[in-house]
């Protein structure tokens, strides 16, 4: 039990210390780990709950884990991504992310859909 609280406790601070708005590549995807990290490990809690014996199959939790760092990182790769990024006189082609978001605007909520097709950066 001790070593859960000591878990809870970390990633609290881990997501402490993040920046509010990710603005770089890599701030991105570790960003996108730490959340799929977070979010493997419930669901190999969860999943835990539908064995016959649930003190027998705590691996699950660390398999949830592994398995969602492994789909954050992906995941944040293809979302810090842009179309065309240009780079110290480099460019680079790439499929863009497409990134919705919720707003309300004067008490009306609207979607925003939005896509980088160019990236530069000096």
Request: glycine share 10%; proline share 2%.
């Amino acid at each position: 039990m001790k070593k859960f609280i000591g878990a809870g406790v970390l990633i609290v601070f881990l997501m402490s210390v993040m920046p509010a708005s990710a603005e770089t590549r890599g701030s991105i995807v570790l960003q996108d780990t730490l959340y799929g990290t977070i979010t493997g490990a419930i669901i190999g809690t969860a999943a835990i709950v539908f064995t016959e014996e649930p003190e027998d199959n705590l691996d699950y939790i660390a398999y949830g884990a592994a398995t969602g760092a492994i789909v954050g990182t992906f995941f944040g790769v293809y979302e810090s991504t842009a179309l065309v990024e240009i780079e110290n006189g480099e460019t680079k082609i790439a499929m863009p992310t497409i990134k919705t978001s919720i707003k309300n605007r004067d008490g009306k909520t609207a979607v925003e859909t939005k896509a980088d097709f160019v990236r530069v950066n000096f």
